[in-house]
């Protein structure tokens, strides 16, 4: 029994080596991502371009100024390099897409989270906790089963009346139940899970990276896995699990292995918000930030969003 056991580790272990192997090479050291030309203004005032999304062959980013109500739209580079507007009033900071295609919005206009479908109607998804609307909506990540986790700070609270008495991170199952998992951290933000489903990473005004363990589709406490982030914004993931984070003022990405090791640093010129893989071979990195969006192919492909 205990040479089987070994035997099966073995294969085990091997079959991970493997798809470890073909998910490519994490980067390394310092590198500097490149700006897409095409994607330039969209309206007067200032503003950040956010929510990286690849969906098919394209990439969807809310472009929110700092007017009154931080009027956002959702536009699309598409692979011939165009840009366009494709929801013109989404109220919208992150985005993710679903399995079945649908593009899912973080909404502060409407203090909820949202779900275009392919025929464009817009479905609330969440859009209250023990009555009170939230604050406003910022990142998502969406498990494999369809279970939502979203962050909501206060940065935009102001877009709309009513809010939360903390600044939360929430769980929306399938069927719309909503329950908070962490109300004691400040103005959380970048939020993402592991490739296997298993871990949920959350960010924050703490300057923390906490690793929150997932035991059958309930997250646990909370542990600490990188200090001291300046400004962390949006992350996203690569197949080997190494997160992206973003650091605003900083004016960086940073990546980190599941363990918390720094394994590279990615500078861009301007502020940066967050960041996607997309492209052919979903190999690209695409950030987005202040009046700006930048790509820099790698050679490890990553989630969409």
């Given amino acids: 029994m205990t040479h089987r056991l070994l035997i099966c580790a073995a294969l085990a272990l091997a079959a991970s080596n493997t798809l470890a192997a073909s998910c490519g090479a994490p980067p390394s050291g310092t590198l500097q991502a490149e700006r897409v030309a095409a994607v330039t203004a969209s309206r007067a005032e200032p503003g950040l371009y956010e929510g990286p999304v690849w969906v098919k062959d394209a990439l969807y980013f809310s472009d929110f100024g700092f007017a009154k109500g931080f009027p956002s739209r959702v536009r699309k ?4 390099g165009t840009v366009s507007t494709v929801i013109e009033d989404s109220g919208s900071n992150g985005l993710a897409v679903d399995a079945g295609g649908g593009l899912v919005l973080a909404s502060h206009k409407d ?3 949202l779900r275009h479908g392919p025929d464009g109607q817009a479905v609330r998804l969440a859009g209250a906790f023990k009555g009170n609307v939230f604050n406003s909506p910022n990142d998502i990540a969406i498990a494999g089963d369809g279970t939502i986790y979203f962050t909501d700070p206060d940065w935009q609270k102001a877009a709309a009346p009513g809010g939360q008495p903390v600044t939360g991170i929430y769980r929306v199952t399938p069927g719309g139940e909503v329950t908070l998992v962490d109300g004691t951290r400040p103005n959380p933000n970048g939020i993402a899970l592991s490739p296997a489903g298993d871990v949920l990473y959350v960010n924050a005004s703490d300057g923390l990276l906490v690793a929150y363990p997932i035991v059958k589709g309930a997250p646990q406490t909370g ?4 200090s001291g982030l300046e400004g962390a914004d949006g992350m996203t993931v690569d197949c ?5 984070v973003t650091e605003h003022g900083a004016k960086r990405v940073r990546v980190f292995s599941p363990r918390g090791q720094q394994l590279a640093t990615i500078r861009v010129d301007a502020n940066v918000t967050n960041a996607a893989f997309g492209g052919k071979d979903g190999k690209t990195l695409y950030i987005t930030g ?6 820099l192919p790698l050679g490890v492909s990553g989630m969409p969003y």
Wanted: charged share 20%; proline share 5%; no cysteine.
């Fill in 240 to 244: 080997h699990g190494n997160l992206y």
């Fill in 223 to 226: 542990r600490s896995l990188v």
């Fill in 77 to 80: 580079l598409a692979p011939d």
């Fill in 290 to 295: 202040a009046g700006a969006v930048w790509r």
């Fill in 111 to 113: 203090k909820a989270l």
